[in-house]
Each structure stands twice: as C-alpha cells, then as structure tokens.
C-alpha cells in the first residue's frame, strides 16, 4: 500500500480530505499543527477524526506562529462576525489570515513525505466556498507544487511529492456528501474560529456560516454543537 501525508487541521475539508485518501487506497499518515491558535479545540478533534479514519500514524507538531501576530486565529484580535457569505466583502482577505501557514504546513508535509517515503500529499483547501485566503487558491497550490518539485531530493531525482487538493472545485455542500458517502463523522470535526469555553462553536463567524450552510445545502443534519 503506498504511503500519503494527510494535512488534518481536525476540520470538515480536512476530515474529507483525509477520507479522499483513504479511498485512494493510501496508507495515511495525518499531521496537524499546534501553531499557536488560541484555543486547541480542534487539536483534540483532528485526534478524534484520525482515530475514526484509521490513520497509520497522526503527529502533531509545535510550529509557534502566535509571535508573528496579524491574525485573529494567534492574536488578541477580535473574529469578524455575521459577514456576508456572497458580495464584494467576501473579496477581502480578513483578519482570519494566518501569514504564512499553509506555506510552512506544506513544507513540512513535503519534508516528512520525502522521508517516508510517500509520493502523495493531501490537503484539505478548496476554492469556492472559502474565507478568501490567498494560500487556498488553486494558483498558490501549483506554485507549490513546484517548489516540492524543485527543492527536494525526491524531486530532483525523478521521484517527487505530488500535492493533490481533491476538494478544489467543491462548495461545502459538495464536500459534505463526499464526505458522508465515505464515512466521516463530522460531529468528530470542528470548523469555528472561536468557540466559547466549552468548546461550542459560535455560529457567527465566517467558517460556521459556512459550515451551516454547507449542511443545509447538502440536505444533511448538522451535527455541530453551537453556543447559541
């Protein structure tokens, strides 16, 4: 069975993500980060969904982003709530932007893939139903590409990563059914930016707009627990 890094933030993309490359007939080797978000709740979920996937192994490692500041996610800031999902706001990058993240999350997983021995990278980002990050656009993914191309051992010998982004052309509605036609238990996930306490989403902020909608759309039961 060949062997693929899977990106699990412990999220709805990347629980489907991981899923995808299960069914691909990969054996799946889960990382997620303790990047200095400001709660771990969805730390705790990414163990949760690697344990109901069946991950060969799941690593998380500390990548303290939290000291660069400019993002909601690692810094005091306050999280954007009950935004548009459709118009021109939805152009903007919000303050939700980790700078840097899924540049550094890649070079690790192509790092780690190389001594593996794995030929396959999975991530979860997708282009459509998104917050507007620059680094979940299909342009940055192939870019990407070749700089795992370009810039590895494996790459230049003829035997590279290939990243594959199986959710790309899929709004949440499309992932959701993908997702439960291939078993993911999302009441294992979670997707809010800032959840209160106990761990409950806050149903305003741009990703549980999302989330929830998403849900509607594919007419399935949102299992999310929301504080409201």
Same mark, same amino acid.
């Given at each position: 069975m060949s062997r693929a890094v899977v990106l699990l933030s412990g999220g709805l993309d990347s629980a489907t993500a991981l899923a995808v490359a299960r069914a691909d007939g990969h054996e799946c080797h889960a990382l997620t980060f303790r990047y200095g978000q400001r709660h771990d709740v969805e730390l705790r979920a990414a163990e949760a969904v690697a344990r109901q996937l069946g991950v060969a192994q799941h690593r998380t490692m500390n990548l303290d982003l939290g000291w660069i500041g400019g993002s909601a996610l690692t810094a005091p800031l306050p999280v954007p709530k009950h935004r548009p999902l459709d118009g021109p706001a939805t152009a903007e990058i919000p303050i939700t932007y980790v700078p840097g993240r899924n540049t550094m999350f890649l070079a690790v997983a192509v790092a780690w893939a190389e001594v593996l021995g794995a030929r396959d990278v999975y991530l979860g980002i997708n282009a459509v139903d998104y917050s507007g990050y620059p680094d979940c656009r299909p342009e940055f993914l192939a &870019?990407?590409?070749?700089?795992? #191309?370009?810039?590895t051992r494996a790459g230049v010998e003829g035997g590279g990563v290939t990243l594959h982004a199986p959710? +790309?052309?899929?709004?949440?509605?499309?992932?959701? /059914?993908?997702?439960?036609?291939?078993?993911?238990?999302? +009441?294992?996930?979670?997707? !809010?930016?800032?959840?209160?306490? &106990?761990? /409950?989403? !806050?149903?305003?902020?741009?990703?549980?707009?999302? #989330? /929830?909608?998403?849900?509607? /759309?594919?007419?399935?039961?949102?299992?999310?627990v929301y504080a409201e």
């Open positions: &870019a990407f590409q070749q700089v795992a #191309r370009l810039g959710l +790309a052309g899929l709004d949440k509605a499309g992932i959701i /059914r993908l997702g439960v036609s291939l078993g993911v238990d999302y +009441a294992l996930t979670h997707s !809010c930016y800032d959840p209160d306490a &106990a761990g /409950r989403a !806050c149903g305003a902020c741009d990703s549980c707009q999302l #989330r /929830r909608r998403g849900f509607e /759309r594919a007419g399935v039961p949102d299992p999310t």
